[in-house]
């Protein structure tokens, strides 16, 4: 951070966010339950060690306010927390939370919403914590993931990172592109 920071270069701190990995340090940050105890029915398909997070308890997460959290997600804001601290503590000058969209995928056994039936609205809740904890940490946000939420997140966020959009000939901006939200607000993509 400190190399890129000297030649000019601005740093984005990648963050497991949505989604529990067992490969991670902080793996015992998390409780078995936060990520469904491993069964694959919250699995993500296609990745073998990695589980959608239960997310329902983010929903009406007010920001700021820790006792709007309700079931798993008292624990995994409490988690991730630390994770965001952690890219202040390095000198970051941003996070890139990854896996916000569990919502709009199928857990390994074909259960919607992650296995979880999470909704839209658990996922826009969730990403509302998430502006609100990068910017208590004195960092910016961008997002990532979730185009369906950008309208909603534009006020929040920072900027967007998208993430091959032309590999999926997915619109990235103008008439219905994931872009267009920040685009039109002046935020960097």
């Not at 000058?93 to 296995?115: F, H, M, Q, R, S």
């Not at 990068?134 to 960092?139: M, R, T």
């Not at 910016?140 to 590999?167: H, L, R, S, W």
Request: net charge negative; hydrophobic share 35%.
């Amino acid at each position: 951070v400190t190399a890129l920071h000297s030649s000019g270069k601005y740093s984005i701190c990648y963050v497991e966010a949505g989604a529990y990995q067992t490969s991670f340090p902080d793996k015992s940050d998390f409780a078995p339950a936060d990520y469904g105890n491993k069964a694959r029915r919250y699995r993500m398909r296609g990745y073998p060690n990695e589980w959608w997070f239960d997310l329902a308890g983010f929903r009406n997460y007010v920001a700021g306010d820790r006792t709007t959290l309700t079931g798993a997600a008292v624990n995994i804001a409490a988690g991730l927390d630390r994770r965001i601290r952690w890219c202040t503590l390095e000198g970051q000058d941003a996070i890139e939370p990854d896996d916000l969209d569990g919502y709009t995928n199928k857990g390994d056994t074909g259960v919607a919403g992650g296995g979880w039936r999470l909704t839209k609205s658990d996922s826009a809740g969730f990403e509302r914590f998430l502006a609100h904890a990068a910017h208590a940490h004195g960092l910016a946000i961008f997002q990532k993931n979730d185009p369906a939420n950008g309208a909603a997140d534009v006020g929040t966020y920072d900027g967007m990172i998208i993430e091959e959009c032309n590999y999926y000939k997915d619109p990235c901006a103008g008439a219905g592109g994931d872009a267009t939200p920040y685009v039109k607000a002046g935020k960097p993509v």
